[in-house]
């Protein structure tokens, strides 16, 4: 079993940048796929970037301007989001799965916290 409690969330204006944590309990976190997702209000939940050991992937819309990184020793993964855009206005959720790869699909995620607003003023 892994809890997973995202912070960091908060409004900012558009051009700023902002970090998110997930901070994940539970002996296995090393070994989990950890990803970010975002939904925005009347869209699906959305693949933002995913972390499995030193491999990384992003969605388009944010590759150059965020980073995922993942601390094990502390079990935490962080986004560091830069030049922020209003669409980038969403709740921001941290899951992890028990894959060998990162993938976009939430259904193959097994664990999700419980999310954490950014909104990007214009």
């Known amino acids: 079993q892994v809890q997973l409690v995202e912070s960091g969330g908060k409004l900012v204006q558009a051009g700023g940048s902002l970090r998110l944590s997930c901070a994940a309990s539970?002996?296995?976190?090393?070994?989990?796929?950890m990803g970010w997702f975002r939904q925005a209000p009347g869209k699906e939940r959305e693949f933002v970037a995913g972390?499995?050991?030193?491999?990384?992937r992003y969605a388009d819309s944010v590759k150059g301007r965020f980073t995922i990184s993942r601390d094990n020793a502390e079990s935490t993964v962080y986004l560091q989001m830069n030049s922020l855009k209003p669409e980038d206005t969403a709740v921001y959720y941290c899951?992890?799965?028990?894959?060998?790869?990162?993938?976009?699909?939430?259904?193959?995620?097994?664990?999700w916290g419980q999310g954490t607003q950014v909104t990007v003023s214009s």
């Open positions: 899951a992890a799965g028990a894959r060998t790869m990162i993938s976009r699909t939430p259904s193959t995620y097994d664990y």
């Open positions: 539970g002996r296995t976190f090393s070994s989990y796929v």
């Open positions: 972390v499995k050991w030193s491999s990384t």
